[in-house]
C-alpha cells in the first residue's frame, strides 16, 4: 500500500481511511490534468527561485507532460491506497525520477493544490457551459425570426389575455440566456483569481513568486491574501453554483412552457417525434419525456446552492475536512447542465410551430385590448372603449381584427433581435477565455 504525504510512523484504522477519503478517488478524475498543469507551473516558479535545478525542472516537466498525456488518453487511475490525485501524480513522478519527485511539494500544502484544481477545472467548465448557451442562444434566435410574424395566445393568470408571438416566445428565452450568461461571467472572474502559494492558508516561508505562477496559468489575477485564498474554497463554488441555477432557471420555465404547449389541450407547438416517448398502454402517446426530464434536473440543479451553503456556511476561516464534500454534489453538476443544454438546443432546432392556432375562435377575444386601443386612438375615453369592448364580448356581438400593428422596442412588429445579439457579443467578449486557453498550451509546449 502506499505511503500518505502525510504519513509519519503509524498507520490509520482503515475503516476511518474508507471514511475520510470519501468519494475523493473517483472525483479527483476530473482534476487530474488540472493538477498536473498546477504542478508544471508551481516547479516553474521552483526552479527561478533556486529551489530546483534546471536539469531537474526539465526531467519534471517532460515527465508531468507524459502524465497529461495518460489523463488524456483516458489511462490514469489513481490507485488502491491512493489518497487523492496530489498523492498519485507525486508518487508516478517519485517511481520514475527518484527523490527528485519529492521536491514538487515545496511550498505548497493539498490546500492550495485543490483549490488551484478546482479553479482551473471549474473555469474549464464554465467555458464549455458558456459554449453551449450560446449554442442553445443561437438556435432560439433563429426561430424567434422565422416566426416572428406568427401570433400566438399571450396568457396571465393561465388565463388568454393578450397577442403574442413565435417571435416574442423564442426571443423571449434568448434575452433570458443573456442575464444567465452575464451571471456566469462573474462566476468564471471571481473564478479565475490564483490562490496557488497560499500554502495551508498562512503563506510560505519560501520566496514564493505567485505573480509568476498567475500568469503562467492564465489567471486575471491572484488571490492576494493567503487567509482570504484559503476561505475561497466553498465561495468559489457557491458562487458558481449560484450562476448555474440561474441558468437552470431559464431551462426549466422553457421546459414547462414546450412540455404544455405540446400538449392536445393547446397544439402550440409539436415536438419531433425522435425526442418523444410512447406509452405501454396508450398507443397513441407522444410522451415530452426530454423536457421533463430536463425540469426535473434543473430544478435539482437550483437546490444545488443551498446544498453547499449549509456545508461551509458555519465554517470559521481556515482549512476544514468539510469541505470535501463539497466536490461530491459540485463536480456532477457541470455535466448535468451541459447534457441539458444539448437537448434543449437539439429540440429548439427541430421544434415545429402551429402557425394557424388563431383559427380557433375560442382566442377572438384575447383581441379585445387592441379593439379597446383602436378606439382610444380614434379619440374615445379609454374607459369608454374599455366598457364598449366589454359589453360587445357580453352580448356576444364583438368581432376581432387580428391585425396586430405593435412597432415599439421589443413588442410583436420590433423585436429588437439584433440588439439582443448585440448584448450577448458583448458579455461573450468580456470572459477572453483565449487568455486561459493560451497560457495552458503554452505551458504544455514547455521545454
Given at each position: 500500500?502506499?505511503?500518505?504525504?502525510w504519513e509519519k510512523n503509524f498507520e490509520v484504522n482503515q475503516e476511518i481511511e474508507k471514511f475520510t477519503v470519501g468519494r475523493d478517488r473517483e472525483l479527483d478524475l476530473f482534476l487530474a490534468k488540472h493538477d498536473v498543469l498546477g504542478s508544471m507551473a508551481h516547479i516553474t516558479m521552483l526552479q527561478s527561485i533556486g529551489l530546483l535545478e534546471k536539469e531537474e525542472l526539465t526531467a519534471l516537466l517532460a515527465e508531468l507532460k507524459n502524465i497529461h498525456a495518460e489523463i488524456e488518453a483516458g489511462r490514469?487511475?489513481?490507485?488502491?491506497?491512493?489518497?487523492?490525485?496530489?498523492?498519485?501524480?507525486?508518487?508516478?513522478?517519485?517511481?520514475?525520477?527518484?527523490?527528485?519527485?519529492?521536491?514538487?511539494?515545496?511550498?505548497?500544502?493539498?490546500?492550495?493544490?485543490?483549490?488551484?484544481?478546482?479553479?482551473?477545472?471549474?473555469?474549464?467548465?464554465?467555458?464549455?457551459?458558456?459554449?453551449?448557451?450560446?449554442?442553445?442562444?443561437?438556435?432560439?434566435?433563429?426561430?424567434?425570426?422565422?416566426?416572428?410574424?406568427?401570433?400566438?395566445?399571450?396568457?396571465?393568470?393561465?388565463?388568454?389575455?393578450?397577442?403574442?408571438?413565435?417571435?416574442?416566445?423564442?426571443?423571449?428565452?434568448?434575452?433570458?440566456?443573456?442575464?444567465?450568461?452575464?451571471?456566469?461571467?462573474?462566476?468564471?472572474?471571481?473564478?479565475?483569481?490564483?490562490?496557488?502559494?497560499?500554502?495551508?492558508?498562512?503563506?510560505?516561508?519560501?520566496?514564493?513568486?505567485?505573480?509568476?505562477?498567475?500568469?503562467?496559468?492564465?489567471?486575471?489575477?491572484?488571490?492576494?491574501?493567503?487567509?482570504?485564498?484559503?476561505?475561497?474554497?466553498?465561495?468559489?463554488?457557491?458562487?458558481?453554483?449560484?450562476?448555474?441555477?440561474?441558468?437552470?432557471?431559464?431551462?426549466?420555465?422553457?421546459?414547462?412552457?414546450?412540455?404544455?404547449?405540446?400538449?392536445?389541450?393547446?397544439?402550440?407547438?409539436?415536438?419531433?417525434?425522435?425526442?418523444?416517448?410512447?406509452?405501454?398502454?396508450?398507443?397513441?402517446?407522444?410522451?415530452?419525456?426530454?423536457?421533463?426530464?430536463?425540469?426535473?434536473?434543473?430544478?435539482?440543479?437550483?437546490?444545488?446552492?443551498?446544498?453547499?451553503?449549509?456545508?461551509?456556511?458555519?465554517?470559521?476561516?481556515?482549512?476544514?475536512?468539510?469541505?470535501?464534500?463539497?466536490?461530491?454534489?459540485?463536480?456532477?453538476?457541470?455535466?448535468?447542465?451541459?447534457?441539458?443544454?444539448?437537448?434543449?438546443?437539439?429540440?429548439?432546432?427541430?421544434?415545429?410551430?402551429?402557425?394557424?392556432?388563431?383559427?380557433?375562435?375560442?382566442?377572438?377575444?384575447?383581441?379585445?385590448?387592441?379593439?379597446?386601443?383602436?378606439?382610444?386612438?380614434?379619440?374615445?375615453?379609454?374607459?369608454?372603449?374599455?366598457?364598449?369592448?366589454?359589453?360587445?364580448?357580453?352580448?356576444?356581438?364583438?368581432?376581432?381584427?387580428?391585425?396586430?400593428?405593435?412597432?415599439?422596442?421589443?413588442?410583436?412588429?420590433?423585436?429588437?433581435?439584433?440588439?439582443?445579439?448585440?448584448?450577448?457579443?458583448?458579455?461573450?467578449?468580456?470572459?477572453?477565455?483565449?487568455?486561459?486557453?493560451?497560457?495552458?498550451?503554452?505551458?504544455?509546449?514547455?521545454?
Amino acid at each position: 500500500m502506499a505511503s500518505k504525504l502525510w504519513e509519519k510512523n503509524f498507520e490509520v484504522n482503515q475503516e476511518i481511511e474508507k471514511f475520510t477519503v470519501g468519494r475523493d478517488r473517483e472525483l479527483d478524475l476530473f482534476l487530474a490534468k488540472h493538477d498536473v498543469l498546477g504542478s508544471m507551473a508551481h516547479i516553474t516558479m521552483l526552479q527561478s527561485i533556486g529551489l530546483l535545478e534546471k536539469e531537474e525542472l526539465t526531467a519534471l516537466l517532460a515527465e508531468l507532460k507524459n502524465i497529461h498525456a495518460e489523463i488524456e488518453a483516458g489511462r490514469f487511475v489513481i490507485e488502491e491506497g491512493v489518497e487523492d490525485v496530489h498523492s498519485q501524480v507525486e508518487l508516478m513522478l517519485t517511481r520514475k525520477l527518484g527523490d527528485m519527485g519529492k521536491k514538487i511539494h515545496s511550498g505548497r500544502s493539498r490546500n492550495d493544490q485543490v483549490l488551484v484544481d478546482l479553479k482551473l477545472f471549474t473555469r474549464q467548465q464554465l467555458m464549455e457551459i458558456a459554449e453551449e448557451v450560446r449554442v442553445l442562444f443561437d438556435e432560439l434566435i433563429a426561430q424567434s425570426n422565422r416566426y416572428k410574424d406568427v401570433l400566438m395566445p399571450g396568457y396571465t393568470h393561465l388565463q388568454v389575455a393578450m397577442p403574442s408571438s413565435f417571435g416574442l416566445w423564442f426571443g423571449a428565452y434568448a434575452e433570458s440566456l443573456v442575464d444567465d450568461m452575464l451571471f456566469l461571467q462573474a462566476a468564471f472572474k471571481m473564478t479565475n483569481r490564483n490562490p496557488l502559494g497560499s500554502a495551508a492558508g498562512y503563506g510560505s516561508s519560501f520566496p514564493l513568486n505567485r505573480t509568476m505562477t498567475t500568469e503562467l496559468l492564465g489567471f486575471d489575477s491572484m488571490n492576494y491574501n493567503v487567509v482570504y485564498a484559503q476561505m475561497g474554497r466553498g465561495k468559489m463554488e457557491r458562487n458558481v453554483t449560484f450562476a448555474l441555477a440561474g441558468l437552470a432557471g431559464t431551462l426549466s420555465k422553457l421546459a414547462f412552457d414546450a412540455c404544455m404547449f405540446n400538449s392536445q389541450n393547446f397544439g402550440f407547438v409539436k415536438l419531433p417525434n425522435e425526442c418523444t416517448t410512447g406509452s405501454s398502454i396508450m398507443p397513441h402517446k407522444k410522451n415530452p419525456d426530454v423536457f421533463e426530464l430536463t425540469r426535473a434536473k434543473c430544478n435539482k440543479l437550483q437546490a444545488l446552492p443551498q446544498q453547499i451553503v449549509l456545508i461551509m456556511n458555519n465554517l470559521p476561516c481556515g482549512y476544514f475536512r468539510d469541505l470535501q464534500i463539497i466536490k461530491e454534489v459540485f463536480i456532477p453538476a457541470f455535466q448535468e447542465i451541459k447534457d441539458c443544454l444539448q437537448m434543449v438546443a437539439y429540440i429548439i432546432n427541430k421544434i415545429q410551430v402551429n402557425e394557424h392556432i388563431l383559427d380557433d375562435p375560442k382566442y377572438d377575444n384575447m383581441f379585445s385590448v387592441e379593439e379597446v386601443n383602436r378606439l382610444a386612438a380614434a379619440g374615445m375615453p379609454f374607459r369608454d372603449a374599455y366598457k364598449k369592448v366589454g359589453l360587445d364580448i357580453e352580448a356576444g356581438t364583438f368581432t376581432p381584427d387580428k391585425h396586430v400593428a405593435h412597432t415599439h422596442e421589443g413588442s410583436i412588429g420590433n423585436l429588437c433581435n439584433d440588439r439582443i445579439v448585440a448584448l450577448m457579443d458583448q458579455v461573450w467578449s468580456g470572459f477572453n477565455f483565449s487568455r486561459m486557453q493560451e497560457a495552458e498550451k503554452k505551458l504544455l509546449a514547455a521545454e
